[in-house]
């Protein structure tokens, strides 16, 4: 085998180039024919002084021989691999004098001589590949006018997110070191550059409203759902770096904890089942209640559609908003008083087979309605976390008063009175329930003991542990209609933060403005694929998180086993490792084939 340079002319511009192709010798009928095995394109890159190197350890790789005296570089070695993985996979026929690979599964080999070689993971890829399939993103992608390289980019990017989350630097790493993702789509992501997947991100960005609107339809029509409920949430991701380019790129609350970057937020707009129905890009420092006009105006939510949010946004000038526009809503109050009446209550069960207690009260005016639930358990953890403030509360004032009794310390009434401050502002609201009184000289001037009483506030934690009220103008609503649609944006954020968590939001390393969006973006399109497998499973009983099953899926591995035959010949055989149970159990429920990418044979 040698490698041949070809010089080319482009007959649309002209320009010349050069082309590499793996060729090899051999006679037919006593004549010499050249044969080619490998189109290397116009980019290849292994220097041409190592040519030979490399056809020997090619040559060395699919006869089963260790490398003999010559040092190969790493470079080198990756790329006698890949171009040996190629030739298994059917690019070329390498089969020798003894023709193709003989139809029967019987072989004589010497069992000591097996190798594995390049282990790729398949089982995430595998299930990823069946939600691409499913909400019909390879064909929308050909509609949009994608050409391939840029529809393998761009697929190869989505399953990434959903496989290895991570910068599309990163993702790119994994798909050509790593993943095994190019033998199931049929796609050589070892030659794949990066600005393609770059260029990727910029086309879905291009095409951004008309991918959200199929994914959102396509995927109301896999589980036969009728839109009901507005969901609205938001999020915020860190910059690392400057971010000087990003004209959105603000300082605020970070919900990560990095109020030292420069934030992006991202609002959604979610169905009661989990699905995205809009996405859009704010800056950092973005007030939750502001943005809600403007996404419900932008999704063009209809009239009388019920949203429902969490206390964040249930500003009470937002809720006189969906008043005024015909919004029906059911938001968590931002009361700070809690009531609960249990002899007007009724219990009803949770998911959890736990009883929930439900005490609703209508308006004087009828029009709108405050549901008050008490649970037990949360009870007992309020209880709990409010005894720990408490103790942490009293044991600084137990020492604040021990110093007053010791000599040479500060006892200025003044001192003393910050020093009480300053543990009322590190008592998380504790402070409230307390009355301190400061015993000072005759003088006034000088503290000499410190008492305290404890008076728990009505209406507060300590007085109503377990109590959360919801309001809502849907007043025609019995009390467990009203609670059980507003735990629907309960199990939504329970899966939304996956989207934060597990597929990579966070952090954002781009430079340039679409390329942050494009990042959001692509982890949005995955978190639709993890929707549809999550629910998909969840109707055959299984509601494992999607870290859970990346984990179980992710051990799976394609791999490559050399035997050398009794002939001298070496037998290649490139499959996937038998599934697990509980990996096979995934596959069942979702019809997928337990063994990804079939059986590929060639004998040497």
Not at 76 to 96: C, I, K, N, S
Not at 443 to 469: E, F
Not at 556 to 565: G, I, Y
Request: proline share 4%.
């Amino acid at each position: 085998m040698f490698i041949r340079r070809t010089q080319t002319r482009s007959s649309s511009s002209g320009q010349t180039y050069f082309t590499h192709r793996l060729v090899r010798t051999h006679r037919v009928s006593g004549k010499v024919r050249q044969q080619t095995l490998l189109n290397l394109g116009r980019h290849f890159s292994i220097p041409r002084d190592q040519w030979p190197l490399l056809c020997r350890r090619l040559d060395q790789i699919l006869t089963g021989q260790l490398p003999l005296i010559e040092e190969v570089s790493t470079p080198l070695e990756e790329e006698a691999q890949r171009m040996a993985e190629r030739l298994l996979e059917g690019e070329a026929d390498v089969m020798g004098a003894g023709g193709e690979a003989p139809s029967e599964d019987l072989q004589t080999v010497e069992v000591g001589s097996v190798e594995l070689m390049r282990p790729r993971s398949v089982g995430v890829e595998q299930v990823g590949c069946w939600a691409l399939e499913q909400l019909g993103v390879v064909k929308l992608l050909a509609e949009l006018g994608l050409n391939g390289p840029m529809r393998a980019a761009a697929m190869g990017a989505i399953v990434g997110r959903l496989a290895r989350p991570g910068s599309e630097r990163a993702t790119w790493g994994w798909l050509s070191r790593r993943s095994g993702l190019g033998e199931l789509l049929e796609v050589d992501y070892e030659t794949l550059s990066l600005m393609q997947m770059y260029r990727a991100s910029d086309a879905l960005m291009k095409h951004r409203e008309g991918i959200e609107r199929h994914l959102f339809t396509r995927a109301m029509g896999l589980f036969d759902l009728e839109p009901t409920v507005t969901l609205f949430d938001l999020t915020n991701t860190f910059f690392e770096g400057a971010a000087s380019s990003q004209p959105k790129a603000q300082r605020g609350h970070s919900k990560d904890k990095r109020s030292d970057c420069r934030l992006l937020t991202l609002g959604l707009v979610l169905d009661g089942a989990g699905f995205v129905r809009r996405s859009k890009v704010f800056g950092g420092r973005v007030d939750e209640h502001r943005t809600l006009a403007e996404m419900l105006e932008a999704l063009e939510a209809p009239r009388g559609a019920l949203v429902v949010m969490d206390r964040g946004v249930a500003t009470e000038d937002r809720i006189q908003w969906l008043r005024q526009e015909g919004y029906r809503y059911l938001v968590a109050s931002r009361q700070g008083t809690r009531q609960f009446d249990p002899e007007a209550a009724v219990t009803v069960e949770t998911a959890s087979k736990t009883p929930l207690q439900l005490h609703k009260e209508v308006s004087d005016d009828g029009k709108e309605v405050r549901l008050y639930c008490r649970s037990q358990q949360r009870a007992e953890k309020e209880k709990g976390i409010h005894e720990r403030f408490s103790r942490r509360f009293e044991q600084g004032l137990s020492r604040l008063s021990e110093g007053l009794r010791r000599p040479r310390t500060h006892k200025g009434i003044g001192k003393v009175r910050e020093r009480i401050g300053r543990l009322k502002e590190q008592s998380r609201g504790m402070a409230q329930h307390y009355t301190i009184e400061v015993l000072t000289d005759e003088s006034g001037q000088k503290a000499t003991g410190l008492t305290w009483k404890r008076q728990p506030r009505p209406g507060s934690m300590a007085t109503h542990p377990g109590v959360y009220c919801l309001r809502s103008n849907q007043t025609d609503w019995d009390e467990e209609s009203l609670w059980r649609t507003y735990t629907t944006l309960t199990d939504v954020e329970a899966v939304f933060r996956s989207l934060k968590s597990e597929l990579g939001l966070r952090p954002i390393y781009h430079h340039k403005p679409l390329r942050s969006e494009g990042h959001l973006f692509l982890t949005v399109i995955a978190y639709q694929l993890v929707q549809v497998i999550r629910k998909r499973l969840k109707q055959r009983g299984n509601c494992s998180s999607w870290t859970t099953l990346r984990r179980i899926l992710e051990g799976q591995q394609r791999v490559t086993v050399t035997f050398r035959r009794g002939d001298g010949r070496t037998l290649h055989v490139r499959k996937a490792t038998r599934a697990e149970p509980d990996q096979k159990a995934i596959y069942d429920a979702l019809g997928i084939d337990p063994a990804p990418g079939g059986v590929r044979k060639m004998i040497v």
